[in-house]
């Protein structure tokens, strides 16, 4: 699709298209799963699926929340993984946001039971990462896992969190960055979905500046890429789309260029 932006392609991808559907993904999580000690070999549709919950359970465990803690994730998508949250770390409440309203119905269809049962825990809403629709001071926790590689301006996201949480309190973000900002050109070349804009993918240091700029203190950068990657390219070489691009990712960690991380901040208690 000449001069369709990254935008329209991210709103058609989670939209009418289902990524959660594809052969890559399971159990209605989309992300690209953490394996703790990888090993090649066969692996199931439960496996696959259990490594994307894992990957919420190695965010969340770097985030201590206490049972009084309201907690935010943004881009929770069909939020199998806010469910996770609140039935594995137990907040009081937790708030799903999202911008595409099509993965806001396809979490009120996956969690109806949960939802009827318990109204005031799970709360699903549509908005923008670039512009959180809440007060300032609103949450103790707010976390995102694989959404922030399509979020335009980062900078911007990290003063959005800062301004919801309360004093004290913490932020995780987990997905993949650039290692260093020159890496573009050859990620373009080599990532389908850079190249296209869907993903964005900024550089690992420019996000921590953002949030220190945001006035985030304690930012702690760590590389889970060792858990990451190898899993997901074994789980990709099983599917259709063993012979596709999706192999790239692995190629460009080895490379240097991309790696996935877990960075966690905390709001200044006043
Ligand atoms: C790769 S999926 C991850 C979903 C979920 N966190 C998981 O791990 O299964 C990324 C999600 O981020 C959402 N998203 C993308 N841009 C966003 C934005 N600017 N604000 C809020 N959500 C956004 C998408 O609609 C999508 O549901």
Not at 25 to 36: M, R
Not at 162 to 174: F, I, S
Not at 235 to 249: H, L, M, P, V
Request: some cysteine; overall charge negative.
């Amino acid at each position: 699709m000449p001069g369709d932006s990254g935008a329209s392609r991210r709103a058609a991808m989670y939209g009418a298209d289902d990524l959660s559907s594809m052969a890559i993904f399971s159990g209605n999580y989309i992300n690209f799963g953490y394996w703790q000690d990888f090993t090649p070999g066969l692996i199931s549709v439960d496996e696959r699926t259990e490594s994307q919950a894992n990957l919420y359970r190695t965010v969340l465990r770097r985030l201590e929340i206490a049972p009084t803690d309201v907690a935010l994730e943004v881009g929770c998508g069909i939020a199998v993984g806010t469910v996770l949250v609140l039935q594995e770390f137990n907040p009081s409440t937790i708030y799903g946001l999202d911008l595409s309203q099509d993965q806001l119905d396809r979490a009120a269809r996956a969690n109806f039971e949960l939802i009827a049962r318990q109204p005031d825990r799970l709360v699903l809403q549509r908005g923008s990462a670039l512009k959180l629709p809440y007060a300032g001071e609103t949450f103790d926790i707010c976390y995102s896992v694989e959404a922030a590689q399509h979020f335009e301006e980062l900078a911007i996201f990290a003063s959005e969190t800062h301004r919801v949480l309360k004093p004290g309190g913490r932020l995780a973000v987990a997905t993949f960055f650039m290692t260093h900002p020159t890496a573009t050109t050859e990620l373009r070349e080599l990532i389908e979905t850079i190249h296209s804009g869907i993903d964005v993918v900024a550089a690992i240091g420019s996000f921590r500046d953002g949030l220190l700029a945001a006035g985030f203190v304690d930012v702690h950068v760590e590389s889970i890429g060792a858990h990451v990657w190898h899993g997901f390219d074994a789980w990709i070489a099983q599917t259709e789309f063993k012979d596709s691009w999706g192999r790239n990712w692995l190629k460009a960690y080895h490379r240097g260029l991309i790696d996935y991380y877990v960075v966690t901040a905390d709001k200044n208690e006043i």
